[in-house]
Each structure stands twice: as C-alpha cells, then as structure tokens.
C-alpha cells in the first residue's frame, strides 16, 4: 500500500502486528489465546477506524482515543488493541504532509488537555483494561484509578491533570507503563523499531515478528510486569534475548510456553504496532 | 461486532474469509501463495475501504466498484479481492434501514447503467484479473475484451451493455462465471452460505472454512474452469465433496496439495466473503 491516508495506514499496522508469526506470548497468524481470538482482533482493528480518522482529521487525541476504543471494542473477545490506539492516535495526528517525527508527535501529546484526560478515563467504561494500582504524582497525590472510568472524571477534572501529565505520571511509577513511556520520551522506541523493520527484508508480518522478539529481549514487558511481577518479566525478557538468533522452531517453542502460561507481552506488541504505522507512513509497501 | 456500518462489515468480511484455515487452495491463515501473500489481502481489504463506503452513500455500482478495486490494489500481491468487490458493492448498496436481501440486491444490480459498466471495464487497467475469453451476447455479438481495459469503453458505449447486461452473458456462458452468476440469480449462493455460516457454531473464521469446502464442493469454481479446465475444476469438486466429514488434517493435506498444484478457487472464496457480509449485516458477531 503506498499513498493510503494515516487512518488506513494505521488500521493496517493493527493488522499487520497481529498476523505476524511467532510472536511469543500474543495472538499471532498461528495462535489464539483461550477467549482471546485472531478474529477479535481483526474485528477491532475495523472498528477502530472511524476514531483513527477522526484523528487524522483533527479530532483532540482524548476524544479520538474513546472514539477508537469504542469502535474496537465491538467484538466479544475484549481488549485487543487499547494500548495500540494509545499510540496510534497520536501518530496519526502528528501525521500531515509528512510522516510524524518525535518533535511533532511530542508536540501532539504536549498539547493534551483536562478533557482529553476526561475522555481516557471514560474509554475506560467501554472494555476491561488490565492495568495495575494507581500511581501517587510527585506530590504523593494518588491519582485517580482509571479502573473507576467516568466516576473518576470529577476527581481528574478537580485534580487538573491533562491526558500528558498522566502518562508522564505512569511513565515515571516503578515498571513503568511502556506506553506512557513512549508519550513521554518522543515515542522513542516505536522510532527504533520502525527503523529495524525497514532496514529488515522480506514480508512485512516476518518482519512484525522479529521486532516484536528484538524488542521483547531489550526490556520487560510493562504488561507482564502488571499481570505477573517484575522476576517473570525479566525472565521472559533474558529468554527472548537469548533466541535472537535462534530459529523458528525454537521461537515457536517459546511462544507455545508463554501461551501456555497465560503470559502475554502486550506492551511490547503495541509498540510494534506503533513501528508499523511510523514505517507504513514513511513509506514501507505491502 | 454489532450495529457496525455496513462498509465496516464487508471489510471484516473479506479479513474474516481470508483468516479462515484451511482453505483449499486460497491464501488462508496458515498459507501463502508464492507471490501472494496474507499481507496483501489485509492491504487489500483495508484499501477497499474506501470505496465500500462510497456504495454504502450511494454512489453508483459501477464506480464504486472502482474506487474500491483502486483501494485494493494499492498493494504489491496483485489481485487479491476483485471477485469479492463485485458481490459486496451490491450487498452493501442494498443494504439500508435493514440488511439486504435477494429482492433487494436484485433491484440494485438490475438498475445499473452503461456508465456503470465503462466504470467496471476501467477496473481492470488498475489490476490484472483472470479471465477466459470474452463471451458472445444473444446474438453473436462478441462482447468488448475487459481485458483491454479503458480501451474498450468506447465499443461498451456503442453496444450500449448495462453492467447488468454484461453479468448476464457471462453467467449464461458454459463454465459461466460465479461472480456473474450472483448477479443475475437473487445471489442464491450467497444467501445460502449465509445461512449455513448463521447455523453453525464455534469461531467464525472455522465457520467460514467450513462454508467454503461446502460451497467447493458443492459446484466447479469458475476460476479453476477458466485457469484449469472443467475436467480439473470437476475432480476439485468431487474431491472437496469426499472431504466433507473428514477431520482437519485430511482437509490440510487437500489445502496443501491444490498450493502446490497452483489450483486456486478464487471464485468460492469470493462467495464466502459475501455470505460472511450478508451474515454480518444480519447480525453475527464476532
């Protein structure tokens, strides 16, 4: 695909990240987790579509995020692709004439406001995000737990906090959320990655998945770190490191252990699919 | 997904059909043919998006199906899903207040103009599609090439041929056309797939495998005639028949030999993606 519109773009990232194989720990081409379907995610990616417009034509990122979530949302397997959209929002709002660049999407998240940070909070009503406790802000204030969604907006919106204050909030809590990371350090890994899959050959889902498995061997998986502690998410982190060179077989093995365990590095995979859209939007062709 | 538009569902519907495993003979989740990979029917659909939503708004027939076949094409695998436009642009053009139905489509295909029918020959400069030798009309009169493309638009005009028409020669042509032969009857294969796909149980994906080998079994795929001949498009056929309560791996094993044998039942697979859109609009979730 060459000269599609970031909300395509975007939507075909989704897809891309989810088809490629093996993908230790996620749904992938080859693997579906037990109430967690490839078609859940193929269903949210679609519905998804209307928010990533609305975001390319100019809609705040808070609004635009619960548009999406709601879109993607309309299927029965739950959360698919939250942390994705998190993402890919804003790099489709920083996308004009040119691809985004750190500085425009760090101007985008900057620019956030109390009702953009209202309207996170509401996408938190639509699906069942598996997130951790809330985080304290620097003053030791606990900032209200999204897992409360809209009855939380009163306390967000007396608080003051913009949807970047509470990333930055997140992105500073010990195992800090690996999206709350990119927002606030110029979406710095999903660049990366976006250059290793266009420097890399072959089809684009091949490629998907090598990423994913370099990126999983750089650090821990923010979601692994919620759902299971920081000592697995080191372990699966050394043991993704360790297989970098390794081949299919072995990789495939390791992600038939991770499916097994119920251990899924979400995180990581919605970084990857921040990468595709950077590189789809810079250029890469199906 | 529910209460989606119906542009949403006939893209999901193409992503649904292609996600199916096995599929004798067709790209599938766990296939790839040599130059045409998983990857660009993802791009495929999402490109046709587009397009899909023109007919959803009312554009005519015939270019729709052409923005959509642009959108689609923008992909580097080739035609991935030309077969499939053509059924879902009717489907998703009859369908309003309430999903379509045979009357309904029927209506739509039959009100097609000349204009559409100059818009579906522009269609094939965009990608190259398989097919036989032009037909001869009721009074052998050889039907303008859709091979030439644009080129033959001018003759199209003169013979005066509605898209409907042209759909009408080539369903009665021997070996007629699947894709044809939907528009010129209510789209009876469709509604029907449709309904075995409601029936049955379990993710929708295995539901569309299912239909599929049913569907191939149940009548030769006129791309094998055109690709093939009727004698290899027949013992497919009868092949698919004998499989029809064997287990998964018999089936693969059937998949895996059409691949190598470059027998592909395009034709089929274009008819699950529209009974999946007809099922969808009538309500089935994912």
Redesign the interface.
């Known amino acids: ?4 519109k970031p909300a ?1 773009h975007a ?2 990232a989704l ?2 990240e989810v ?1 490629g194989t093996p993908k230790p720990g996620n749904v992938d ?2 693997r ?1 987790l037990a109430d967690l ?4 995610f ?2 949210g990616a ?2 998804a ?1 209307p928010g990533l417009e609305a975001a390319s034509e100019g809609e705040a990122l808070g609004p635009a995020i619960l548009r999406a979530v709601e ?1 993607m949302s ?4 739950g959360n698919t692709q939250f942390g994705a959209l998190l993402l890919l929002i804003p790099l489709v709002s920083a996308t004009g004439e040119t691809s985004p660049t750190p500085e425009s999407v760090t101007d985008v998240v900057r620019a956030t406001t109390v009702s953009d940070a209202a309207a996170f909070y509401r996408a938190f009503d639509v699906v069942d995000v598996r997130v951790g406790e809330p985080p304290t802000d620097e003053d030791g204030g606990e900032v209200p737990d999204v897992r409360q969604g809209s009855a939380a907006v009163p306390a967000v919106e007396r608080a003051g906090y913009t949807l970047y204050d509470l990333m930055e909030i997140s992105a500073d809590t010990a195992g800090g959320d690996m999206v709350a990371r990119e927002w606030t350090a110029g979406f710095e890994r999903s660049f990366e990655v976006a250059t290793r899959i266009e420097k890399d050959e072959g ?3 091949d490629r998907a998945a090598r990423a994913f498995l370099w990126l999983l061997g750089e650090q821990p998986d923010s979601l692994i770190v919620t759902a299971h502690g920081r000592e697995r998410a080191a372990a699966v982190t050394e043991r993704a490191r360790s297989l970098r060179n390794a081949d299919e077989a072995e990789v495939s093995s390791f992600a038939d252990d991770l499916v097994e365990a119920g251990v899924n590095p979400g995180a990581t995979a919605d970084v990857v699919a921040a990468a595709l859209y950077i590189a789809l939007a810079r250029g890469l ?2």
């Open positions: 695909m060459t000269g599609g395509q939507e075909l897809l891309l088809a081409r080859e579906d379907r490839f078609e859940h193929l269903a679609v519905g579509r879109g309309e299927q029965s397997g089809p684009v889902t062709s199906v």
